[in-house]
């Protein structure tokens, strides 16, 4: 038997009291009080059942309080503080990324300048191998001129005595034809030497 039911039970006496309460209605109807009690008695609304349904409702209250709303209300700050970490994270995670994106960035125009760095230097030492190259090239196409020129004068003097030599023979040769006579060694020595200082000329 639930105490709702006993009051329920109990509506004999209630009646009684409410006789009590009307018979004593015009001793206590000209208070603020009294309007109340008729305010309420004419919608149908007695004490003892407001005061029952008062606490049923508080009990009822307490009930929804204690099993349902402090539960959601504890699952909402949950939900409430895991957005919040969430949010943190996606912040954290914005910063690190733009960051990386900074380090990265910093990190290619790094890898361009080195990569420009090497290729002017490159430059610079295929240039520098060009011109030693081509000074060595000239250097040894001056140095093939000159002993070239060297062995074309060697061969020039050489000839140069051969046909002194021949032409001193045939002039010795044509002067004995011509005179019809023996040269001596002094005589030949002579012509020799004349034939030599005109072809000199």
Do not use: C, W
């Not at 949950?78 to 990265?104: P, Y």
């Not at 090497?118 to 030693?132: P, Q």
């Not at 020039?156 to 002194?164: A, D, G, I, L, T």
């Not at 021949?166 to 001596?184: G, M, P």
Request: no cysteine; net charge neutral; proline share 2%.
């Amino acid at each position: 038997m639930t105490f709702l039911s006993a009051l329920l039970a109990a509506e004999p006496a209630h009646e009684a009291v409410k006789a009590a309460a009307h018979g004593a209605a015009p001793a206590e109807s000209h208070g603020p009080l009294g309007d109340i009690i008729k305010l309420f008695g004419s919608f149908g609304v007695d004490g003892p059942h407001l005061i029952v349904q008062v606490i049923n409702f508080a009990i009822l209250a307490f009930v929804l309080y204690k099993f349902a709303i402090k539960p959601a209300l504890g699952q909402l700050e949950e939900r409430i503080r895991q957005a919040e970490q969430l949010q943190k994270d996606r912040s954290a995670a914005e910063a690190q990324l733009a960051s990386a994106q900074k380090t990265a960035e910093a990190k290619l125009v790094a890898a361009s300048d080195e990569a420009a760095k090497i290729l002017a230097d490159a430059r610079n030492s295929a240039k520098a191998a060009i011109e030693a190259s081509r000074a060595e090239a000239q250097a040894a196409q001056t140095e093939v001129i000159a002993k070239a020129k060297a062995a074309i004068e060697a061969d020039r003097v050489k000839m140069m005595n051969e046909v002194r030599g021949e032409v001193s023979r045939l002039v010795v040769e044509t002067a004995a034809k011509v005179l019809e006579q023996n040269l001596d060694d002094a005589q030949r020595g002579r012509l020799n030497e004349a034939a030599v200082k005109q072809l000199a000329r």
